[in-house]
């Protein structure tokens, strides 16, 4: 198969490293030379980091990078069976490299964006087939994370669609379809995580450290959402935040908090710079966490019964299926359970009673239960 990658970035040299692992024929494309060339210099320390574990040889090293041409023209895709488009988060732009793409390739050929934030009936309208658009949006570090979501845009047809998981699945990744709405599934379902946690330091209930420690012990989450946070960096995690909050009409359950607006506008960005919510430069100590176990499971339960909601919505809205809400929380941000199976472990009507307890609290719409949620504890139901 022949696979065009349109932008050498981050994401477009990952997934042309997933796609020539499983044995496509890979044209990285991009416009600036020296992106190809840090891309080229990038596989290549990679794959010699995989030789030194033991995880590949040197003859896969060389198969893998025979099977990627880095090219500078676009018209040098004319041959794909299948695109993905890495550039720039900016819709006018996207839309024009899609149109002189679809000049150029055959009419079966697929032609998928890797969009976290546009909505791919957008960029699907630019072309003269748009039933040939499909988002594939991988996750960072592309080759590492195992789930893809594979969003078809209202235009989409269902070849296009099957063709699409059949790729990615041959190319041993996780698929999750989801409609194509704000954040998919992953960064929809996941705002909680940041949103609660940013809002219980903002009400004084504990510090950065107390939240994190909360909940990798009793959650069992690999980093908090402070860690996470300095981690991805505030300032893309805040973009994400204010798109997703933009995009939902201002929905109030998807509001940017202003710690995190205050940490990116002071340029606290967090390991990048050296310093975010934790500091990380040389001999540094991290504070120590208030170890209280009553505390803890109620910062945890506050948070996890929001991520709950929030999944339950995304099922109410028919977003995506159970398996696949769960699958890509569980493969896109290595949470350590689905939320809904986690919802059938800690019991629906816990669930709905947390809701509404924190709904009659504040007052809020951010805390209103989701539909389904009510009707299954209704009517007794458990999500799998
Ligand atoms: P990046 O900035 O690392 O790479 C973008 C590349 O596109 C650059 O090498 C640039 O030279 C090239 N480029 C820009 N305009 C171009 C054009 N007109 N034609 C050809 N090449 C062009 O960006 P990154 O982070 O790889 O993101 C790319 C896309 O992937 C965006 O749509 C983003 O929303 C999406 N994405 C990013 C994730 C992330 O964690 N960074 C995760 C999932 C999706």
Known sequence: MNVGIIGSGTMGSGIAQVAATAGCQVKLYDTNQAALDKAKATLEKILNRLIEKGRI??????????????????KDLSDSNLTIEAIVENLDIKKKVFSELESYVADDCIIASNTSSLSIASIAASLQKPERCVGIHFFNPAPLMKLVEVIPAIQTSEVV???????????????????????????????????????????????????????KTIGGFRMGPFELMDFIGNDVNYTVTETVFTAFYFDPRYKPAFTQKRFSEAGYLGRKSGKGYYDYTEGATKPAPIEDKALAEKIFNR????????????LFLNIASAEDIDNAMTKGVNYPKGLLAWADEIGIDKCVTALDRLYDEYHEDRYRCSPLLRKMNREHKTFF
């Open 57 to 74: 040889d040197a003859d896969e090293k060389n198969r893998i990078q025979s099977n990627i041409s880095y090219v500078g023209n676009l």
């Open 161 to 215: 669609l099957q063709k699409s998981i059949n790729t990615i699945s041959d190319w041993k990744k996780v698929v999750a379809v989801a409609k194509d709405t704000p954040g998919f599934i992953v960064n929809r379902v996941a705002r909680p995580f940041y949103g609660e946690a940013l809002r219980i330091y903002e009400e004084g209930i504990a510090d950065f450290t107390t939240i994190d420690w909360s909940l």
């Open 303 to 314: 948070v996890i019964v929001m991520l709950i909601n929030e999944a339950a919505d995304a």
